[in-house]
């Protein structure tokens, strides 16, 4: 077993270790840990990319977006009002 494997088992156990025991966001720790291999040199650039030129990755991240609005509407609001609000009342043609 090469220095890179153990290098990559070391940055899984260390991984695991953080998502167990920490309040760190897996999203967090899970990238770090991708960025070290990286400068490392285990992995090359296009290695390291080439997991969000994945269609089913993509799909995961609309998802996030799609429920991220259904459970805090009130976030979204105030940037879609003008879009359902119509004319301004000032823009609205008197009746006489």
Excluded: H, K
């Excluded at 390291?48 to 994945?54: H, P, S, W």
């Amino acid at each position: 077993m090469g220095w890179e494997a153990l290098f990559s088992l070391a940055s899984v156990l260390f991984c695991f270790g953080m998502m167990a025991f920490t309040r760190v966001s897996p999203d967090l720790i899970t990238s770090a840990a991708l960025t070290v291999l990286l400068l490392a040199g285990v992995v090359s650039p296009e290695q390291a990319l080439a997991g969000f030129a994945n269609q089913g990755m993509l799909t995961v991240a609309v998802l996030y977006v799609v429920v991220s609005g259904l459970t805090r509407p009130a976030q979204w609001a105030g940037s879609a009002r003008p879009c359902w609000a119509g004319p301004a009342p000032s823009a609205m043609p008197s009746g006489g």
